[in-house]
């Protein structure tokens, strides 16, 4: 029969089998895999009784092909050594399935795929992809395809340049984009595949059904709002869990694994902006009987094994989370035993593998030189000078000059947005978050990949009408990132910022005003002398907030601003402006900017100066 146009069928090469995936519809028929190497199970004399399979994860690769840092243009490096790429996991991989036995191992990865990098960037802004047939081939699906990935979830940056360019990829992909969450905001019908069901051959005994459940994040409605209101709506992932989990089962499967881009904790960034929380992999674990294991996705965090009990069945749900950015893979082992003709999980266990302990497969790195030769090219033309160096390695808790120059830009863009407009004649704030506190700018020669460095993500800029006192009460929240200092404590700065666990892009400095934060006060009451050219802020007074669409939006929950009246909005990356700001005016000149202040003090006593 005909296809729906979001049914999928992938066809071995070697073995003409099929495996179709749920389309919009839900039905699902799977045909055998190839057969089992022996020796894997225990055999009676009626058969196997005994049957091992592998699951392996990856998750929030965001962009990263090759080993590479498009902003230090070297090889990626960190404190600890980690490296990165698909090219490394795909030789982690292929030694796993060796292990296992490729027809007994499964591929999966939990989403946060086409957004992060300046490869992923440019072909989706620079040179985007248009789907399979015509234009570019997109890096990832180069790579991915070529080490036979058979499902990935949804994660909420996949939705980051918009659903076309999102559609553009999935027809790139040789394995399905699951998503149960992601539902037409008029039909509610699935917009994406919600499963996958896989069959493998057991020699000299039934298949096994092993059913892959994708979930994706319900903060997509408020992260990116713009490009998915009024067309996709998110449910949560217990709610969905609780509908496909039994379907799976009643469909035979013997085991149910669910691939979440979702953390575990069961927080959330966005308060009750949506009612579902963020973080709900544990949740899931807990609340949805039938479930066998979880890879975890999201929160960028190092899992090997994480073990959650369901309320229902007492059973244990075995998680795991492979950091990020293919630093690590997920491995799951999953043991069968037969009873009584039906195949039943008797163990799962979970670890991690390190990237940086292999060389990259060559044959991945070979697929996407071209594109990454060419986006290195593109990252290193110059596109003007700046007449002295500046670093954001002190922009936590000083107020410097880069973080000064990224509110700069974006003032100056939303005061020419509203000029002969009634918001014309209203002063201009600007918030802007230290996203990298290894961003630099030298004295010289600025390159593109330089100015890109300062802002790592794909937000847009809005602009909000804030009251003075709203102001005051956005400052508060920010200074929370700060750990409370009594004021004859010592003081170490490595030691002072993120309290309780507040990462660093949800902290906030805003220019247009003036102000002390201190922190020696607990937080709520933080923010002095705020003023603004010079006077007292008027808690009644209007201003006009430069906003990213993540934090205009709800991200990381401050106050006001989500409910807050929008006066302007731009489609166009904060980065791509930041960029051509340089370009036109040629010379970045810290000394022309930057003259309000903000300040850490401990009653009353700046800390630094």
Not at 222 to 228: I, P, S
Not at 406 to 420: C, F, K, P, R, Y
Request: charged share 20%.
């Amino acid at each position: 029969m005909p296809l729906n146009r979001r049914d999928f069928i992938h066809r071995s090469a070697a073995t003409g089998a099929g495996v179709a995936l749920a389309g919009t519809a839900g039905a699902v028929a799977a045909a055998p895999a190839e057969a089992a190497e022996p020796g894997h199970g225990g055999h009676g004399e009626h058969g196997p009784r005994t049957y091992s399979l592998r699951v392996l994860g990856t998750t929030d690769v965001h962009g990263h092909a090759l080993n590479w840092d498009y902003f230090t243009n070297a090889e990626y490096d960190d404190a600890t050594h980690n490296d990165v790429g698909m090219a490394k996991l795909a030789t982690l991989i292929e030694a796993a399935r060796a292990e296992k036995g490729h027809d007994r191992t499964l591929l999966v990865d939990a989403g946060d795929i086409i957004q992060g990098t300046q490869l992923s960037y440019y072909y989706a802004r620079v040179e985007p992809i248009t789907g399979r047939r015509t234009g570019p081939r997109h890096p990832m699906a180069l790579a991915m395809n070529h080490m036979r990935y058979d499902a990935a979830a949804l994660g909420n940056h996949e939705f980051n340049y918009g659903i076309p360019l999102l559609r553009a990829f999935q027809d790139q992909c040789d394995f399905p984009l699951l998503a149960a969450n992601a539902v037409d905001a008029t039909t509610l019908k699935p917009a994406f595949p919600p499963y996958l069901v896989k069959e493998l051959h057991v020699e000299g005994g039934p298949n096994i059904k092993v059913g892959i459940l994708g979930l994706t994040n319900p903060g997509i409605a408020v992260w990116d709002k713009a490009n998915v209101q009024g067309r996709l709506a998110f449910p949560g992932l217990v709610e969905q869990a609780r509908i496909y989990v039994p379907r799976l089962r009643a469909m035979g499967c013997d085991v149910v694994f669910c691939t979440d881009h979702s953390g575990l904790d069961g927080s959330t960034s966005y308060g009750d902006a949506v009612p579902y929380p963020e973080n709900a992999s544990s949740l899931v674990a807990a609340q949805v009987p039938g479930i066998d294991a979880i890879l975890v996705g999201h929160t960028h965090v190092e899992r090997p094994q994480t073990l959650v009990v369901n309320e229902e069945t007492g059973r244990t749900v075995v998680l795991s989370e492979p950091l990020m950015w293919g630093m690590r893979l997920s491995v799951f082992d999953i043991d069968l035993e037969l009873h009584r003709g039906r195949w039943q999980v008797s163990s799962v266990t979970a670890g991690v593998r390190n990237a940086n302990t292999v060389e990259e497969d060559p044959v991945v790195a070979r697929l996407v030189r071209e594109e990454h030769n060419k986006v290195v090219a593109y990252v290193n033309q110059v596109i003007g000078t700046c007449t002295e160096a500046m670093s954001a390695a002190e922009s936590t808790y000083k107020d410097t000059p880069i973080i000064d120059f990224i509110n700069l830009v974006q003032s100056d863009t939303v005061t020419a947005a509203l000029a002969g407009t009634q918001y014309a004649d209203l002063p201009v704030l600007s918030e802007a978050s230290p996203f990298s506190r290894t961003a630099a700018i030298p004295a010289g020669q600025v390159s593109l990949r330089d100015v890109a460095g300062l802002y790592v993500y794909e937000n847009t800029l809005d602009a909000k009408l804030l009251t003075g006192a709203q102001v005051k009460d956005y400052l508060e929240w920010s200074a929370a990132y700060f750990v409370q200092t009594a004021p004859d404590a010592p003081v170490d700065v490595t030691k002072i910022t993120n309290a309780n666990n507040t990462p660093d892009y949800s902290y906030d400095v805003l220019s247009g005003v003036s102000y002390d934060i201190d922190i020696a006060q607990p937080a709520g009451s933080r923010i002095t002398n705020l003023t603004h050219a010079g006077a007292p802020v008027d808690p009644d007074a209007q201003f006009v907030l430069a906003v990213n669409n993540y934090r205009s939006s709800g991200g990381s929950n401050y106050p006001h601003v989500a409910a807050a009246q929008s006066v302007w909005s731009s489609s166009d990356e904060i980065r791509n402006t930041i960029i051509a700001w340089v370009q036109a005016h040629g010379t970045i000149d810290p000394s022309s900017f930057g003259g309000d202040q903000w300040r850490l003090t401990r009653a009353g006593v700046p800390l630094f100066g």
